[in-house]
C-alpha cells in the first residue's frame, strides 16, 4: 500500500525559505519518478515539480522555477522541496504524487 507523508509546512514570511520533506512507503520508491503538487486556497491543484527516479533529471512550473528546488534520497525513501524566495502567491497545500497517489499535504502560508 503506498503511502507518502509530507512535512516541513509552516508559516513562513515572504522572501523566506522552507524546506519540505515527503516520505515514501509501501513501494518500490528508488525506481519511480516523483512529484509536487500544490492546491491554492480556493483553486485547483497544480503541478510543481518532478524528479525522475534517480534525480538527475529535474523539471518545474514557470512560477517557481529558480527559486524552487526538487530533490531526493532513495537510501532513505525521501522526497523534498527547497523553497526560497517565496512569495505569497505560494500559500498552498503542498503535496507529493506518485502519478495520481498523494498523501494528506502540509499547508504553507506566506504572510508577513
Known amino acids: 500500500q503506498v503511502q507518502l507523508v509530507e512535512s516541513g509546512g509552516g508559516l513562513v514570511q515572504p522572501g523566506g525559505s522552507l524546506k519540505l520533506s515527503c516520505v515514501a512507503s509501501?513501494?518500490?520508491?528508488?525506481?519511480?519518478?516523483m512529484s509536487w503538487v500544490r492546491q491554492p486556497p480556493g483553486r485547483d491543484l497544480e503541478w510543481v515539480a518532478l524528479?525522475?527516479?534517480?534525480?538527475?533529471?529535474?523539471d518545474y512550473s514557470m512560477s517557481v522555477k529558480g527559486r524552487f528546488t526538487v530533490s531526493r534520497d532513495n537510501a532513505k525513501n525521501t522526497l523534498y522541496l527547497h523553497m526560497n524566495n517565496v512569495k505569497s502567491d505560494d500559500s498552498a497545500v503542498y503535496y507529493c504524487?506518485?502519478?495520481?497517489?498523494r498523501g494528506q499535504g502540509t499547508q504553507v502560508t506566506v504572510s508577513s
Open positions: 504524487a506518485k502519478g495520481s497517489q
Open positions: 509501501g513501494f518500490d520508491f528508488g525506481s519511480h519518478g
Open positions: 524528479i525522475n527516479s534517480d534525480g538527475r533529471n529535474t
